[in-house]
């Protein structure tokens, strides 16, 4: 691929990115690895990556709404979400596009205001109702031609954090989130 070819994707990229005002995540497979550790009753482990946590916190910090939308029922999502700040927490969601949709209408965002991050055939529906879709690296294979980002991180080892920088630093806001952390030293859930 040539320079004017890598300038060209990157100037897109850019455009596309400036108006995302609001991020919404699938859980299992993009803040988790995917795995599930289950126990007798309703217990539950789910392992997720602290680095997603702080970039999460970030964005909530810098005005941004985000969103959990999955499609299992867990207390362990909910309870993580709640840490978080987050307000907007979807459970046991199978039709993830008229979620997003109505996170769209309730918020007044046009589509192109919207990041939509999943990992498998369940969010492919969702990717059409955002503006920018994203998904992490280790995606299934029929997500992978989805997507208009496909990040260099696994699930729940970074995606998140990896999308959530790329569309802060592409609207110059990263830089004053990190100032404020360590300026103030403020306390940050991760």
Request: aromatic letters at 6%; proline letters at 2%.
């Amino acid at each position: 691929m040539s320079h004017d070819s890598n300038a060209v994707i990157l100037d897109d990229l850019r455009r596309r990115l400036l108006p995302i005002k609001l991020l919404a995540f699938d859980v299992d497979g993009v803040l988790t690895d995917g795995g599930l550790f289950m126990g007798t009753g309703d217990f539950e482990l789910l392992r997720f990556d602290v680095k997603d946590g702080s970039a999460l916190s970030m964005a909530l910090r810098s005005d941004y709404i985000l969103a959990l939308i999955t499609g299992r029922r867990s207390p362990v999502v909910a309870r993580r979400g709640e840490m978080l700040g987050i307000k907007e927490i979807h459970l046991g969601i199978s039709d993830k596009k008229s979620v997003v949709r109505g996170l769209m209408e309730k918020y007044s965002l046009a589509k192109n205001q919207i990041l939509f991050m999943g990992d498998d055939i369940l969010d492919i529906g969702a990717f059409s109702a955002a503006g920018f879709s994203a998904c992490p690296a280790d995606a299934a294979e029929d997500v992978l031609g989805q997507v208009d980002y496909r990040c260099s991180h696994r699930g729940g080892r970074g995606a998140v954090r990896e999308v959530i920088e790329l569309v802060m630093r592409t609207q110059n806001r990263w830089n004053d989130a990190v100032e404020r952390i360590v300026g103030r030293n403020p306390h940050i859930v991760q």
